[in-house]
């Protein structure tokens, strides 16, 4: 298989899928999870998601992780830029 394809690059890990599958859920979104693009934005344009959905899927996540989000994290932007960076930080702070 050649590395580095766009496919390859773009193809969701498993826990990016579980974090798309608990938000995909947890806001009855109309799309399928492994249909969200990892790098897409998700505020705004891309998936699509306003302050309330970031707040439902922050609670989500303090309650399936562990992981506590702050809205007045100065790291939010970046924390939510898209569900791969969502996940790293999740990732490096779920509780064990």
Known sequence: ???GT??????MVRP??????LIVDTLNLEVAPEDIDPEAPLYGEGLGLDSI???EVALAISKTYGVKLR???ADNVTIFASLRRLNDHIQRHKAA
């Open 1 to 3: 298989m050649a590395q």
């Open 6 to 11: 766009m496919s390859e690059v773009n193809s």
């Open 16 to 21: 990016e899928l579980e974090l798309a599958t």
């Open 53 to 55: 959905d970031i707040l």
């Open 71 to 73: 809205s007045d994290d």
